[in-house]
């Protein structure tokens, strides 16, 4: 392929590193980079700031955490052998089955000679001089690589609660993405949960079942829809068992990089009422979100045919919830569904028709503090001997901008991003060479199977280095003029979806002073691979390659 957009130029000759790339982070993506890279004979070691790798499914540990893509999808593809061994005991994975399947990975393929635990990143600074990424972790340890990957993960970074009174508060409390490793016995104690997003959702079921009083004290209702989680049925297994890697292959020619859900074809209000109904309860009974957002065409489009899809969602909440104030209450009715994250639930709404379980509007009276018995709405008083803040994260850019990244002499990540992230296709960012991300913001990655698309990710930049190597370049950044194009790129095609109508994480909004910008790419892991690609075959287009090898 022609290297249209190489530069001439040169920089600085490279000095000796630690390592040939350093990655940050030991989840999913941080896992796999150690995998891929050393198989093109690179020295990497990567980062973790917990006490074993896994990431997300690592700290997730709260009662009912599970995923929500089905098992026989969510799990790495580059190991045929494994997905033919592996046995998942569900539908959908819990999160000690997840993480039991990642640290078998992790073993299997030796890849934890290559970990360091228990070492968070502090700051990652690049030299124009020696050309090398010097990355600092929290025990005052440096160590330098050519380049860097951030694997940083996209919830990974709790949002803590910032509610007055908090430290007097007499009982335990916990967020359920720092989920202590012993568990939490809630037995015969008044339990609070603050929160119903996903977090929310999956666990409120499960502490209902302990805790002698529970209080869920909602903002927002949010759509959820059954899961209809059972035991993995052993005659879908062996099918999709004997079409994986058809299956793989097909799933990124996907919107979600998931096969087997065949494209809608109609619009809803092309359909009957009646034929709409039909289909909506066959996707109800069917459980699992992507196949209810499949129903039509122009459910993530169009706010009249939403409108229908959420209807229904919402006269199964009302024949669901016995007291008409809570069930009333638990109805969606401030975005459409779909627009922020849809969650599946086992139980969830059947969890309010028990006695000892009661639902408060912390929107009309939201929560003014926590008190050292409990806490206080602008309303009324609450007493609890546990609080469970399921108040979710600093999305997709919080763990990177927690660390300190910038060029010697340069504006730090977090600064250039200060109206908001700004990437090119979510793997690099404008003025810091050879830093690339997995699944950064403006990337499909949370709209999609997210192991997917770190593999893509990861296999990109892998390639990107082999290439670099092979014709002799140290050094590689996306122009500012490529990210502002793919920034444009991306909020138009956010801004033609219904996704900018709700206040969700992926807009940032639910944290304080975050710019409120759309962050994921929705334009589909088909239509985002085939541009990556395109860039590829038209020679790194939007990049700057430059540099020299060492010695030369
Ligand atoms: O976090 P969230 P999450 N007072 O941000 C509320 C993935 N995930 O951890 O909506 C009162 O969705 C907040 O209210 P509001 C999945 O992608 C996946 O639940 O801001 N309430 C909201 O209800 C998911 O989307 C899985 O008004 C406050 C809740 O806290 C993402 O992680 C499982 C508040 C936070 O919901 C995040 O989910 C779990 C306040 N001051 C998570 N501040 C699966 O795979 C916040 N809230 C199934």
Same mark, same amino acid.
């Given at each position: 392929?022609? !290297?249209?957009?190489?530069?001439?130029?040169?920089?600085?000759?490279?000095?000796?590193?630690?390592?040939?790339?350093?990655?940050?982070?030991?989840?999913?993506?941080?896992?796999?980079?150690?995998?891929?890279?050393?198989?093109? +004979?690179?020295?990497?070691?990567?980062?973790?700031?917990?006490?074993?790798? +896994?990431?997300?499914?690592?700290?997730?540990?709260?009662?009912?955490?599970?995923?929500?893509?089905?098992?026989?999808?969510?799990?790495? $593809?580059?190991?045929?052998?494994?997905?033919?061994?592996?046995?998942?005991?569900?539908?959908?994975?819990?999160?000690?089955?997840?993480?039991?399947?990642?640290?078998?990975?992790?073993?299997?393929?030796?890849?934890?000679?290559?970990?360091?635990?228990?070492?968070?990143?502090?700051?990652?600074?690049?030299?124009?001089?020696?050309?090398?990424?010097?990355?600092?972790?929290?025990?005052?340890?440096?160590?330098?690589?050519?380049?860097?990957?951030? %694997?940083?993960?996209?919830?990974?970074?709790?949002?803590?609660?910032?509610?007055?009174?908090?430290? =007097?508060?007499?009982?335990?409390?916990?967020?359920? +993405?720092?989920?202590?490793?012993?568990?939490? =016995?809630?037995?015969?104690?008044?339990?609070?949960?603050?929160?119903?997003?996903? $977090?929310?959702?999956?666990?409120?079921?499960?502490?209902?079942?302990?805790?002698?009083?529970?209080?869920?004290?909602?903002?927002?209702?949010?759509?959820?829809?059954?899961?209809?989680?059972?035991?993995?049925?052993?005659?879908?297994?062996?099918?999709?068992?004997?079409?994986?890697?058809?299956?793989?292959?097909?799933?990124? =020619?996907?919107?979600?990089?998931?096969?087997?859900?065949?494209?809608?074809?109609?619009?809803?209000?092309?359909?009957?009422?009646?034929?709409?109904?039909?289909?909506?309860?066959?996707?109800? +009974?069917?459980?699992?979100?992507?196949?209810?957002?499949?129903?039509?065409?122009?459910?993530?489009?169009?706010?009249?045919?939403?409108?229908?899809?959420?209807?229904?969602?919402?006269?199964?909440?009302?024949?669901?919830?016995?007291?008409?104030?809570?069930?009333?209450?638990?109805?969606?009715?401030?975005?459409?569904?779909?627009?922020?994250?849809?969650?599946?639930?086992?139980?969830?709404?059947?969890?309010?028709?028990?006695?000892?379980?009661?639902?408060?509007?912390?929107?009309?009276?939201?929560?003014?503090?926590?008190?050292?018995?409990?806490?206080?709405?602008?309303?009324?008083?609450?007493?609890? !001997?546990?609080?469970?803040?399921?108040?979710?994260?600093?999305?997709?850019?919080?763990?990177?901008?927690?660390?300190?990244?910038?060029?010697?002499?340069?504006?730090?990540?977090?600064?250039?991003?200060?109206?908001?992230?700004?990437?090119?296709?979510?793997?690099?960012?404008?003025?810091?060479?050879?830093?690339?991300?997995?699944?950064?913001?403006?990337?499909?990655?949370?709209?999609?199977?997210?192991?997917? $698309?770190?593999?893509?990710?990861?296999?990109?930049?892998?390639?990107?280095?082999?290439?670099?190597?092979?014709?002799?370049?140290?050094?590689?950044? %996306?122009?500012?003029?490529?990210?502002?194009?793919?920034?444009?790129?991306?909020?138009?095609?956010?801004?033609?979806?219904?996704?900018?109508?709700?206040?969700?994480?992926?807009?940032?909004?639910?944290?304080?002073?975050?710019?409120?910008?759309?962050?994921?790419?929705?334009?589909?892991?088909?239509?985002?691979?085939?541009?990556?690609?395109?860039?590829?075959?038209?020679?790194?287009?939007?990049?700057?390659?430059?540099?020299?090898?060492?010695?030369?």
């Amino acid at each position: 392929m022609p !290297d249209a957009t190489l530069e001439t130029g040169r920089s600085a000759p490279r000095a000796q590193s630690d390592f040939d790339v350093i990655i940050v982070g030991g989840g999913l993506a941080g896992l796999y980079s150690i995998y891929r890279l050393r198989k093109q +004979g690179l020295k990497v070691r990567a980062y973790e700031a917990g006490d074993g790798v +896994g990431g997300t499914w690592f700290w997730n540990r709260y009662p009912g955490c599970r995923c929500d893509v089905e098992s026989m999808e969510y799990s790495y $593809s580059f190991d045929p052998e494994l997905d033919q061994e592996w046995k998942w005991p569900e539908r959908y994975g819990t999160q000690p089955a997840i993480l039991e399947y990642i640290d078998h990975v992790a073993e299997r393929h030796d890849l934890m000679r290559d970990v360091q635990l228990n070492t968070r990143i502090k700051t990652a600074v690049f030299s124009e001089k020696t050309q090398l990424w010097s990355v600092t972790t929290e025990h005052g340890e440096t160590v330098t690589a050519p380049a860097c990957i951030m %694997a940083t993960g996209n919830l990974s970074t709790p949002r803590k609660p910032d509610f007055p009174g908090i430290d =007097d508060f007499k009982g335990n409390w916990y967020h359920t +993405g720092l989920w202590p490793k012993e568990g939490v =016995d809630f037995t015969d104690l008044r339990v609070g949960v603050i929160g119903t997003g996903s $977090s929310g959702v999956q666990s409120i079921p499960h502490i209902a079942e302990q805790a002698k009083e529970l209080t869920v004290f909602q903002r927002t209702a949010n759509f959820s829809l059954p899961a209809r989680n059972a035991p993995l049925d052993p005659v879908k297994e062996a099918a999709h068992k004997a079409e994986y890697p058809e299956r793989r292959k097909a799933a990124y =020619d996907t919107p979600f990089g998931i096969a087997g859900f065949p494209p809608p074809t109609q619009n809803a209000l092309e359909a009957t009422e009646e034929e709409r109904r039909a289909q909506y309860e066959a996707k109800w +009974g069917e459980g699992g979100s992507i196949s209810y957002l499949f129903s039509y065409k122009d459910l993530l489009l169009d706010e009249a045919a939403n409108q229908t899809a959420s209807d229904f969602v919402r006269e199964k909440i009302l024949a669901t919830v016995k007291d008409p104030k809570t069930a009333e209450l638990l109805c969606p009715n401030n975005h459409p569904i779909g627009t922020k994250r849809l969650i599946l639930d086992s139980y969830y709404y059947e969890t309010f028709n028990k006695p000892h379980v009661s639902l408060v509007d912390v929107r009309s009276a939201p929560i003014q503090e926590i008190t050292p018995t409990g806490l206080k709405t602008t309303e009324d008083e609450y007493e609890l !001997d546990a609080i469970v803040f399921a108040t979710g994260f600093d999305a997709m850019t919080g763990a990177m901008r927690e660390i300190d990244i910038h060029v010697e002499g340069g504006k730090t990540l977090e600064e250039q991003w200060e109206d908001g992230p700004r990437t090119y296709l979510g793997i690099m960012v404008a003025g810091l060479p050879n830093l690339f991300m997995i699944t950064g913001p403006q990337s499909p990655g949370v709209k999609s199977q997210m192991i997917l $698309s770190i593999q893509w990710h990861t296999d990109w930049i892998a390639d990107c280095l082999e290439h670099m190597k092979v014709t002799g370049k140290t050094r590689i950044e %996306a122009t500012e003029q490529a990210a502002e194009d793919w920034v444009n790129h991306t909020r138009e095609v956010a801004d033609s979806t219904l996704y900018p109508k709700a206040n969700s994480w992926y807009m940032g909004v639910n944290i304080p002073g975050k710019p409120a910008v759309f962050m994921p790419y929705v334009g589909g892991v088909h239509t985002y691979t085939a541009k990556c690609n395109a860039v590829v075959a038209n020679g790194y287009e939007g990049f700057v390659l430059s540099g020299e090898t060492v010695g030369a």
